[in-house]
């Protein structure tokens, strides 16, 4: 027997046919995932590298607040450590995994280059100058250290995007580097650009410091060019200046703090200022941050 011709706009009698939505549903719906709003982006898949729809028309990411979500420091403060305490065992191994690698390269550079001074001993008090070949050594140190950071770094944001999208991480987690070549190349730009900036004068490094807050993030996140990172990190302080400017101050206070105490601070301070900042670059342009866990 056919069947009668649907009034349009008219929700059907007999959901479940063939045919047919399921009750509740309009025509031509997508129908929602378990547990899923309509019209609520599903969180990313396990793995998936950023939590991005796809980007519209042009290939540019939603940038500016009218793109992010609500951000309040203190909600992702009280989010961080939350995070930070359900999976304090991989981060603190890891961090303190970090510390002694990037320590090592720092001090022998250090070291060699402190050895290079001349030393002059008179009347029993010692006068140390440092000269050329000292500096030499300290600039390619400096660089160096930039190289083993950036590799540090591209495991370490793995490591805390995948608590910000909700997944269970081990040590392991943060010893699988994402994105490393250009995660280099934006630690290398980066660090020269601020440490010029700190060379001609003070503020101008201070500058580039908060503009630059959120290249990394968004290399590893996004899976983008280090260049495309700078960039990225500029337009959402450029559009997000009074929130990026806290979240920095708060970073660097957390940081300083910990390192104020003999570095073992730093063990809880630097992923508590990992996930803070996560938090704030996911809120910020749009995406997802999972919730905390109870």
């Known amino acids: 027997m056919t069947q009668p011709p649907i009034d349009p706009g008219q929700q059907p009698n007999n959901p479940g046919q063939p045919g047919y939505p399921p009750a509740g549903q309009q025509p031509g719906a997508y129908p929602p995932a378990a547990g899923q709003q309509p019209g609520a982006y599903p969180p990313p898949p396990p793995g998936a590298p950023g939590s991005y729809p796809p980007p519209p028309p042009g ?10 979500q609500p951000y309040n420091i203190g909600d992702g403060f009280s989010w961080a450590f939350n995070k930070f305490g359900k999976n304090a065992g991989p981060l ?39 000269g050329a070949g000292t500096f030499a050594v300290w600039i390619i140190g ?47 730009l980066s660090g020269i650009i601020i440490g010029i900036g700190y060379a001609l004068c003070v503020l101008p490094g201070l500058i580039a410091a908060i503009f630059l807050f959120f290249t990394v993030v968004a290399v590893v996140d996004r899976n983008i060019s280090g260049t495309a990172g700078l960039g990225a990190s500029f337009n959402l302080v450029k559009e997000n200046f009074g929130p990026a400017i806290l979240t920095w101050l708060v970073v660097s206070i957390a940081l300083a ?38």
């Open 257 to 294: 703090i910990g390192g104020a105490i003999c570095a073992i601070g730093l063990l809880v301070a630097g992923p508590v200022a990992g996930l803070l900042t996560a938090y704030a670059w996911r809120k910020l342009t749009g995406g997802f941050v999972a919730p905390a866990t109870q």
């Open 59 to 68: 290939g540019a990411y939603p940038q500016g607040p009218a793109a992010g």
């Open 92 to 130: 603190i191994i890891a961090t303190l995994i970090y510390l002694i690698i990037v320590g090592v390269v720092y001090g022998i550079f250090y070291g060699i280059g402190f050895a290079l001074a001349d030393k002059e001993t008179v009347y029993g008090t010692t006068t140390v100058s440092f």
């Open 142 to 188: 400096y660089l160096v250290t930039l190289v083993v950071g950036g590799y540090v770094l591209s495991s370490f944001w793995n490591g805390i995007l995948q608590i910000t999208d909700g997944q269970q991480v081990s040590v392991g987690s943060f010893f699988q580097p994402r994105n490393v070549g250009n995660v280099i190349i934006a630690t290398l």
